[in-house]
Protein backbone atom coordinates (compact mmCIF):
# COMPACT_ATOMS: atom_id res chain seq x y z
CA UNK A 1 0.00 0.00 0.00
CA UNK A 2 1.19 3.68 -0.87
CA UNK A 3 -0.12 6.48 1.16
CA UNK A 4 0.42 10.12 -0.06
CA UNK A 5 -0.68 13.21 2.04
CA UNK A 6 -0.80 16.58 0.13
CA UNK A 7 -0.08 19.73 1.91
CA UNK A 8 0.66 23.77 0.82
CA UNK A 9 -2.58 24.81 -0.68
CA UNK A 10 -4.06 27.98 0.23
CA UNK A 11 -5.47 31.36 -1.34
CA UNK A 12 -3.02 33.54 -3.51
CA UNK A 13 -3.56 35.99 -5.76
CA UNK A 14 -3.31 36.04 -9.21
CA UNK A 15 0.40 36.61 -10.73
CA UNK A 16 1.48 34.99 -6.91
CA UNK A 17 3.29 31.64 -5.86
CA UNK A 18 2.53 28.86 -4.15
CA UNK A 19 4.50 25.27 -3.20
CA UNK A 20 2.60 22.25 -2.69
CA UNK A 21 3.96 19.45 -1.29
CA UNK A 22 3.03 15.43 -1.18
CA UNK A 23 4.35 13.10 1.26
CA UNK A 24 4.55 9.55 -0.13
CA UNK A 25 4.86 6.16 2.43
CA UNK A 26 4.91 2.56 1.94
CA UNK A 27 5.98 0.79 -1.19
CA UNK A 28 6.41 3.16 -3.48
CA UNK A 29 9.55 1.79 -5.38
CA UNK A 30 9.77 2.75 -9.15
CA UNK A 31 6.54 4.71 -8.70
CA UNK A 32 5.95 7.83 -11.30
CA UNK A 33 4.29 10.40 -9.30
CA UNK A 34 2.09 12.86 -10.60
CA UNK A 35 -0.28 16.20 -9.73
CA UNK A 36 -3.62 16.52 -11.07
CA UNK A 37 -6.51 18.91 -10.29
CA UNK A 38 -10.16 19.55 -10.43
CA UNK A 39 -12.29 22.51 -10.62
CA UNK A 40 -15.52 22.75 -9.31
CA UNK A 41 -17.57 20.91 -12.31
CA UNK A 42 -14.66 19.91 -14.44
CA UNK A 43 -13.06 16.63 -14.92
CA UNK A 44 -9.67 15.66 -13.12
CA UNK A 45 -6.95 16.53 -15.70
CA UNK A 46 -3.43 15.66 -15.36
CA UNK A 47 -0.78 18.90 -13.87
CA UNK A 48 2.65 17.39 -13.79
CA UNK A 49 4.49 14.08 -13.50
CA UNK A 50 7.78 13.17 -12.13
CA UNK A 51 9.40 9.56 -12.93
CA UNK A 52 10.77 7.70 -9.84
CA UNK A 53 14.55 9.33 -10.25
CA UNK A 54 13.06 12.32 -10.64
CA UNK A 55 15.36 13.20 -13.79
CA UNK A 56 12.30 13.13 -16.24
CA UNK A 57 9.21 15.20 -15.74
CA UNK A 58 6.42 16.01 -17.64
CA UNK A 59 4.20 19.44 -17.28
CA UNK A 60 0.63 19.86 -19.29
CA UNK A 61 0.82 22.89 -22.02
CA UNK A 62 -1.67 24.58 -19.63
CA UNK A 63 1.03 25.05 -16.52
CA UNK A 64 4.34 25.01 -18.75
CA UNK A 65 6.88 27.61 -18.06
CA UNK A 66 4.75 28.20 -14.80
CA UNK A 67 4.50 25.04 -12.53
CA UNK A 68 7.45 22.90 -11.51
CA UNK A 69 7.71 19.55 -10.41
CA UNK A 70 10.52 18.32 -8.34
CA UNK A 71 11.37 15.12 -6.18
CA UNK A 72 13.37 14.52 -3.32
CA UNK A 73 14.10 10.82 -3.29
CA UNK A 74 15.16 11.08 0.78
CA UNK A 75 12.30 12.10 1.83
CA UNK A 76 10.04 10.90 -0.53
CA UNK A 77 8.11 14.09 -1.08
CA UNK A 78 7.46 15.38 -4.43
CA UNK A 79 6.86 19.17 -5.06
CA UNK A 80 5.16 21.31 -7.21
CA UNK A 81 6.04 24.98 -7.55
CA UNK A 82 3.26 27.32 -9.11
CA UNK A 83 3.93 30.50 -9.93
CA UNK A 84 2.53 33.04 -12.04
CA UNK A 85 -0.63 31.46 -10.84
CA UNK A 86 -3.99 32.44 -12.46
CA UNK A 87 -7.66 32.38 -11.53
CA UNK A 88 -8.17 29.19 -13.64
CA UNK A 89 -5.59 27.19 -11.82
CA UNK A 90 -7.93 27.25 -9.19
CA UNK A 91 -8.91 24.01 -8.06
CA UNK A 92 -8.03 21.17 -5.86
CA UNK A 93 -4.98 19.52 -6.48
CA UNK A 94 -4.33 15.76 -5.93
CA UNK A 95 -1.39 14.05 -5.33
CA UNK A 96 -1.15 10.25 -7.35
CA UNK A 97 1.08 7.54 -8.28
CA UNK A 98 1.37 4.20 -10.40
CA UNK A 99 3.46 2.22 -11.98
CA UNK A 100 6.10 2.89 -14.57
CA UNK A 101 6.56 6.34 -16.91
CA UNK A 102 4.41 7.59 -19.56
CA UNK A 103 1.01 7.53 -18.19
CA UNK A 104 -0.48 11.04 -17.79
CA UNK A 105 -4.30 10.37 -17.57
CA UNK A 106 -6.39 10.00 -14.11
CA UNK A 107 -7.65 5.96 -15.28
CA UNK A 108 -3.84 5.21 -15.44
CA UNK A 109 -2.74 6.07 -11.28
CA UNK A 110 -3.43 3.94 -8.66
CA UNK A 111 -2.56 5.56 -5.38
CA UNK A 112 -4.10 9.10 -4.95
CA UNK A 113 -3.86 11.63 -1.94
CA UNK A 114 -7.27 13.81 -0.66
CA UNK A 115 -6.00 16.66 -2.38
CA UNK A 116 -5.80 20.62 -1.40
CA UNK A 117 -7.47 23.32 -2.07
CA UNK A 118 -5.55 25.92 -4.80
CA UNK A 119 -7.60 29.37 -4.41
CA UNK A 120 -6.21 31.85 -6.50
CA UNK A 121 -8.25 35.24 -6.77
CA UNK A 122 -8.20 37.95 -9.23
Known amino acids: QVQLVESGGGLVQAGGSLRLSCAAS???????MGWFRQAPGKEREFVSA????????YDADSVKGRFTISKDKAKNTVYLQMNSLKPEDTAVYYCAATAGWGKFHPDEYIYWGRGTQVTVSS
Open 26 to 32: GRTFSFT
Open 50 to 57: VSWTGSVT
